[in-house]
């Protein structure tokens, strides 16, 4: 039986980010999935590599990540199609006008760069949206990434570095000596690391993760339509509620011209089949915004689980109750932006290394506070 020194469990881009950073460092590496590269979570997102700010753990590990993300994109074939078009974060009303300044504030105080726009500095920004808004925040660093190919990417990195891929293969109990597949085989390991996105807590239910629907439109090819990543600022309440379904405007241009058409988040949605209902209200919310956009023509509509934690951090670090066995998952509506960062907590733990952020935040065996 093959000995590795770390099984990862999840070929998506947290589990391709961790691969990569475990075998640069010259440790053995095998990543099984049951389905595919970048085939569950990952395909549901918007590829949005973004600095968010609800709390400062947040702000620490994406901006940390952000910048990870920006030297390797040096060495990103075209395929990936990281792309920096910046977001602006779209004020409706003069209350939201304050939340544009305080992240102004935040931004400028920690080195990144943002301009306030107005109501005719944001038209003249994005002329697709409609009058009457109060203006936004654009943060010219913020980038995109076509999440499967970069997905594809990390994932070559580490097998050219002698990592083992093993698809269609799944894995049906974790312990502290390795991993047990469905069709019997054992496969030993030092470290298992959990990456498995929305289905990380079905082998271990210690993990608080909730799967939460989304569903995504895609556009024809409309060149110009829209330049910057747009997102409304009420985004932030409808990510990080945890109760009720939610819609939010949230719309990204591709580089092959086509628009990328979100946001919506819906708890105890055990179907991945499209509800025409919040289907319904996240375009209604988008048109709000943008009233051209329903001459567009779409052609897909897909949705998928992203894993949510009851603080709206991921889980990095060891298990409760494990000695071997590491989480990095839980990772919501941020893991494209995250991955590179949760994959040089894990290196660091695993390496008994001080890290460049403070892992603590991020710990699986820390509590919540019941609201």
């Not at 010219?140 to 990434?145: A, F, L, R």
């Not at 991921?314 to 994959?343: C, D």
């Amino acid at each position: 039986m093959k000995t590795f020194d770390v099984a990862i469990m999840g070929a998506g881009i947290v589990g391709a980010a961790c691969a990569a950073a475990l075998t640069r460092e010259g440790l053995s590496v095998v990543v099984i999935d049951a389905n595919g590269i970048a085939s569950g979570t990952t395909a549901a997102g918007m590829g949005h590599i973004v600095v968010m700010d609800d709390t400062k753990a947040q702000f620490a590990l994406t901006k940390y990540s952000q910048d990870l993300w920006k030297q390797l994109a040096q060495e990103m074939p075209k395929d990936c199609e990281y792309d920096n078009c910046g977001t602006i974060w779209v004020a409706a009303n003069d209350e939201e006008m304050t939340e544009v300044r305080r992240k102004h504030e935040l931004y400028s105080a920690n080195s990144i760069p943002s301009e306030i726009l107005g109501e005719n500095g944001l038209r003249d920004a994005e002329p697709n949206l409609r009058e009457g808004l109060a203006g936004g925040l654009l943060v010219p660093g913020d980038t995109v990434v076509y999440q499967l190919t970069a997905t594809k990417f990390l994932i070559e990195k580490a097998v050219a570095k002698g990592a083992e891929l093993r698809l269609a293969d799944r894995v049906v109990t974790i312990t502290d000596d390795g991993v047990m597949l469905k069709n019997g085989e054992s496969i030993s390991a030092s470290i298992v690391v959990n990456a498995a996105g929305a289905n990380a807590a079905e082998l271990m239910p210690q993990l608080n993760i909730k799967k939460r629907k989304g569903h995504l439109v895609i556009t024809e090819r409309y060149e110009g339509f829209v330049s910057h990543q747009l997102v409304e600022l009420g985004y932030l309440r409808s990510a990080h509620g945890n109760d009720a379904d939610s819609v939010a405007f949230n719309v990204q241009p591709r580089s092959t011209g086509q628009m990328l058409l979100g946001s919506s988040r819906q708890f105890d949605a055990e179907t991945g089949e499209v509800d025409r209902e919040i289907l319904g209200r996240m375009t209604a919310r988008a048109f709000a915004f943008m009233p051209r956009l329903p001459e567009l023509s779409a052609v897909r509509v897909w949705t998928g689980f992203r894993s949510a934690t009851p603080d709206n951090l991921p889980f990095i670090g060891k298990i409760l109750g494990f000695e071997n066995v590491y989480a990095a998952a839980g990772h919501e509506g941020l893991g494209i932006t995250t991955s590179l960062g949760t994959a040089e907590l894990i290196t660091d733990a695993l390496l008994g290394r001080k890290s460049q952020i403070s892992p603590e935040p991020y710990l699986p065996s820390r509590t919540f506070i019941e609201h």
